[in-house]
C-alpha cells in the first residue's frame, strides 16, 4: 500500500475554473503535510504547507482532516500557468518525506 | 544564489559502471536526502543525512551508497548500476531547525540511463 495517494489525473480545465485536488495518506502518525507543484521535467517546488485549521494563499487552499486521513487543495479562478503536477507530501518522523505520485493539472484557454 | 546543484544532469551508462551523481547546497542545511522519480511512483526517498557523518535508509535504499563527509556535499553513489536504476534522481537539502516550515529545497535532477 502507497503511504500516500492521489488522484493522477489529468485535470482538464479551462481558465476561471476552480478545481480540486484530494490526497489520503497511510500513517495516522505523519507530521506535517505539504502540497508542491512540479513542471514538466523540472523540480518539486514547494506551495503550501497544510495545517490543521486550513490555510490560504492567495487562490491556493489548503485543508488536513486528521481523522480521516485526507488532505485537499483547491485552486480558485485558475490560471494558465497554474498547469502542473501537484504532488501531497508527508512528512513523518521529521527524517522521512513521502510523495503522491502527483495529480496533473491541464489549464485551457 | 542559494541553490541545490546536482552532476551529471544527464548521463547513460551501462551495467556495472561504477558512477557517482554529485549533490552540493550553499545554504549551509544540516539535511540532505537523495530521491528517485519513475513514472506512477512518485518520488521515493534513498537515503537522507542529518547532518555531517550522520547518514540512513530511506524506503529503497539497495543498490545505492551514501556519505556526508562535508556539510554541503551529499554525493550518491552506484556502485554496480542496474538497468532497473534507471530514473530521475533529485537531492534535496533542507535546515534542521524543526519550527522551520519543512520546504525541501532540490536540485535540478540527473536523469539517469543505465544500458
Known amino acids: 500500500r502507497k503511504e500516500v495517494e492521489q488522484d493522477p489525473g489529468p485535470f482538464n480545465v479551462p481558465e476561471g475554473a476552480t478545481v480540486a485536488f484530494n490526497c489520503t495518506y497511510s500513517?495516522?502518525?505523519?507530521?506535517?503535510f505539504f502540497w508542491y507543484r512540479q513542471d514538466c521535467r523540472k523540480e518539486p517546488k514547494l506551495l503550501m504547507s497544510?495545517?490543521?485549521s486550513g490555510n490560504e494563499d492567495g487562490r491556493f487552499t489548503a485543508q488536513l482532516n486528521r481523522a480521516s486521513q485526507y488532505i485537499s487543495l483547491l485552486i480558485r479562478d485558475s490560471k494558465l500557468s497554474d498547469s502542473a503536477t501537484y504532488l501531497c507530501?508527508?512528512?513523518?518522523?521529521?527524517?522521512?518525506?513521502?510523495f503522491g505520485s502527483g495529480t496533473k493539472l491541464n489549464v485551457k484557454p | 544564489e542559494a541553490q541545490v546543484t546536482q552532476n551529471p544532469r544527464y548521463l547513460i551508462t551501462v551495467t556495472g559502471k561504477k558512477l557517482t551523481v554529485t549533490c552540493s547546497q550553499n545554504?549551509?542545511?544540516?539535511?540532505m536526502s537523495w530521491y528517485r522519480q519513475d513514472p506512477g511512483l512518485g518520488l521515493r526517498q534513498i537515503y537522507y543525512?542529518?547532518?555531517?557523518?550522520?547518514?540512513d535508509k530511506g524506503d529503497v535504499p539497495e543498490g545505492y551508497k551514501v556519505s556526508r563527509k562535508e556539510k554541503r556535499n551529499f554525493p550518491l553513489i552506484l556502485e554496480s548500476p542496474s538497468p532497473n536504476q534507471t530514473s530521475l534522481y533529485f537531492c534535496?537539502?533542507?535546515?534542521?531547525?524543526?519550527?522551520?516550515?519543512?520546504?525541501?529545497?532540490f536540485g535540478e535532477g540527473s536523469r539517469l540511463t543505465v544500458l
Open positions: 534535496a537539502s533542507r535546515p534542521s531547525d524543526r519550527g522551520d516550515t519543512g520546504e525541501l529545497f
Open positions: 500513517n495516522s502518525a505523519s507530521q506535517s
Open positions: 497544510v495545517y490543521s
Open positions: 507530501v508527508v512528512n513523518y518522523n521529521f527524517n522521512k518525506f513521502y
Open positions: 545554504m549551509n542545511h544540516e539535511y
Open positions: 543525512s542529518m547532518n555531517v557523518e550522520v547518514t
